[in-house]
């Protein structure tokens, strides 16, 4: 969608009507994929804050677009603002979906890798732990969601320097299955 049409839609039906939300939250989207993170940055605070107004800060609507803009952070290298929208949402979600929701663990998951990347192995071990528990009780822990957390969890400890936990967690993952014998 062009900016010709987003000022059109934007001057017609208003800045925060939901479909001219909706499209610059896939420009948004575009922006983001595109690497363009500084364009997408003003277009997430846009989209947040008409979310906030139309839906309500507790609606799952703005909780994903408030973990847009925490991700939006963390690509910038605003790892200050980042941290504190992440925590924010995982706040948000626990109290509106649940701690064991799977809205909630992805977020969970999302800060816990941010802390792994700054060497905060401690604070990023404690997230993923609770995150994998409350997927495998949620969803089973066969669950693909489930695996990836684990995964998650035996990259944490690898890049810890715990391989003896690394290996305990890799052991929970299924091992491949063999090749079909050729007949």
């Known amino acids: 969608m062009t900016r010709g049409v987003l000022d059109v839609q934007r001057r017609v039906l208003g800045p925060t009507h939901p479909d001219t939300l909706a499209s610059l939250s896939n420009l948004q989207t575009i922006y983001f994929i595109l690497g363009r993170y500084e364009d997408a940055l003003p277009l997430a605070l846009h989209v947040l804050e008409g979310d906030r107004h139309n839906q309500g800060p507790d609606h799952p609507g703005t909780l994903i677009s408030l973990h847009n803009l925490a991700t939006l952070y963390e690509k910038l290298g605003r790892a200050n603002e980042a941290e504190r929208t992440y925590r924010e949402t995982i706040s948000a979600k626990r109290r509106v979906l649940g701690e064991r929701h799977d809205s909630t663990s992805h977020t969970e998951?999302?800060?816990a890798s941010f802390y792994q990347q700054?060497?905060?192995f401690v604070e990023a071990e404690r997230l993923m732990l609770g995150?994998?528990?409350?997927?495998?009780?949620?969803l089973g822990a066969s669950h693909s969601r489930t695996q990836e957390c684990v995964?998650?969890?035996?990259?944490?400890?690898?890049?810890?320097?715990?391989?003896?936990?690394?290996?305990?967690?890799?052991?929970?993952l299924p091992r491949p299955a063999a090749p079909a014998p050729v007949k």
């Open 109 to 111: 998951l999302k800060l």
């Open 118 to 120: 700054q060497g905060r």
């Open 131 to 138: 995150a994998c528990a409350a997927l495998a009780d949620r």
């Open 151 to 172: 995964r998650s969890v035996v990259t944490l400890y690898a890049a810890w320097g715990k391989p003896d936990k690394a290996t305990e967690w890799r052991a929970k």
